[in-house]
């Protein structure tokens, strides 16, 4: 009993560490990147997107390169479920009502879709991930962020004042913080996440449930930073950020999540993940895209569609494993 | 009691109808009106300092409109009577506006009410807080669209 409370205490400090860990190590990187010339639209497209998944992609990376590839799959595919059906119902039930755009839904909601589709016909083609599957994610990722850069330096364009601003924050030096920050965030990341993948495997074992399931419940603490923003996003009516923020991650914890632990290691995939997890991912973002551009907003109902579609999802889970 | 001068408020919702009741409330009078936005900072602990900046930069944008709005509406020819200035704080909203009521020494709050019970319950109400500190008189707009 001591040893479970034990790892509670330690997996719930290790996130903590390991969100605020990813927040410092992505701001200064940022502010290094700047320093060395790299446009500000590209380093601002990616650390948003790196910002929030970082602790899913520390943990499933740790995890599958330590010898718990479910761990790793679970927690990947498990956040992207969590994040249409948890994170986004819960914040349309608060918010009321997040409104969605064309070009977002056609772009990111896309990719989401397509994100979720090669994976699962990956899993089922190979019943693993390898090399190939690796290298394919991660052109898919960079053909992504290419797309996302062209699209800011429109937006740029189009705002001579933005412009100027980018041309005046170049003139950075480097700075020793910045440095420091950055190795003491990557320390923490790799500590924390090292911690949070040994205390869920331990857990799982002490409760006699797979891995694979560890990992997804995992993923409630790993995109807590996703949360908070897509919550708080909502309530202050700032719908493109809540909306992007979930598709953002999406891609990102499948592309890079799984893609870049998949050139270094050959991963196993779980049967149940081919056969179930794999297909609720896929009906779940399709729901959202409908939901999303059948009146351009989702309502307070459509909420409580995605939760439930969610919670329907855990309960069969349970029950096919019992 | 003569209104000399007004502090108007919004995020943005029915921003119409508070500015044709504040209208109507200045009538043909001179009087100095005040268009306030508040940047609501507040961001959960464990939100990524990035996405803090991201919200704000976003959430200034929005009050630039609204501000902008209000200004071309007060400053209409047909209203050559209203002396319009416009702020932008950052903070907490119903701390802000009354603090900035107190400041101004203005004599109405005007700003939007009538979220629904859920809202209220999930949301909060800025007006609420504001109608137990405020230093003034407040005019607050019935802005909630009845439910069918």
């Known amino acids: ?322 | 009691m003569v209104y000399k001068k007004v502090l108007v408020t919004s995020t943005g919702e029915y921003l119409d109808d508070i500015l044709k009741h504040t209208l109507d409330l200045i009538s043909e009078r001179k009087m100095d009106v005040i268009g306030l936005y508040v940047v609501d900072t507040s961001v959960p602990f464990l939100t990524p300092k990035k996405i803090k900046e991201m919200m704000i930069t976003e959430l200034k944008k929005k009050g630039r409109e609204i501000l902008d709005s209000m200004k071309v509406e007060f400053e209409k020819p047909g209203n050559y009577m209203i002396n319009f200035t416009e702020m932008m704080v950052e903070g907490d909203p119903a701390d802000e506006i009354v603090r900035i009521a107190e400041e101004e020494n203005v004599d109405v709050i005007v700003m939007g009410t009538g979220k629904s019970v859920v809202d209220k319950h999930l949301l909060g109400s800025v007006s609420e807080k504001v109608v137990h500190s405020a230093p003034c008189t407040i005019l607050l707009i019935r802005t909630v669209q009845d439910e069918k």
């Open chain 1, 1 to 322: 009993m001591i040893v479970t409370i034990i790892l509670v205490i330690s997996l719930i400090i290790s996130l903590l560490i390991v969100i605020k860990a990813a927040d410092l190590f992505v701001d200064n990187l940022v502010e290094i990147g700047l320093v060395f010339g790299i446009s500000e639209i590209i380093l601002g497209v990616t650390a948003a997107a790196i910002g929030t998944s970082l602790p899913e992609f520390g943990s499933a990376m740790l995890a599958i390169l330590t010898g718990n590839p479910e761990v790793g799959i679970g927690c990947a595919i498990g956040a992207n479920i969590w994040n249409i059906g948890g994170i986004l119902g819960i914040s349309t039930i608060f918010a009321g009502t997040i409104l969605s755009q064309k070009e977002e839904i056609r772009r990111d909601g896309s990719m989401t879709l397509i994100t979720a589709l090669i994976i699962t016909i990956f899993m089922f083609m190979f019943g693993e991930l390898n090399l190939i599957v690796g290298i394919v994610l991660l052109s898919i990722y960079i053909i992504y962020i290419w797309i996302l850069i062209r699209a800011q330096q429109n937006n740029v364009k189009n705002n001579k004042k933005s412009f100027v601003t980018t041309k005046k924050e170049k003139k950075k030096r480097l700075k020793k913080e910045n440095v420091f920050w950055v190795i003491t965030g990557l320390i923490g990341l790799a500590v924390g996440c090292r911690v949070i993948v040994y205390s869920t495997v331990t857990l799982a074992e002490i409760a006699s449930i797979p891995e694979m399931l560890a990992g997804i419940l995992l993923a409630f603490g790993t995109t807590a930073p996703e949360f908070f923003t897509v919550l708080t996003s909502a309530r202050k009516g700032l719908n493109r950020l809540a909306v992007g923020t979930v598709l953002g991650s999406n891609i990102f914890n499948i592309l890079i999540g799984l893609g870049v632990p998949s050139l270094f290691v050959v991963i196993p995939v779980e049967e149940i993940a081919i056969r179930f997890d794999g297909p609720a991912m896929i009906v779940l973002t399709f729901l959202l895209i409908v939901l999303l551009r059948r009146r351009m907003k989702l309502t307070r109902a459509e909420g409580v569609i995605l939760l439930s579609s969610y919670i329907i999802y855990m309960g069969t889970r349970l029950y096919i494993m019992s």
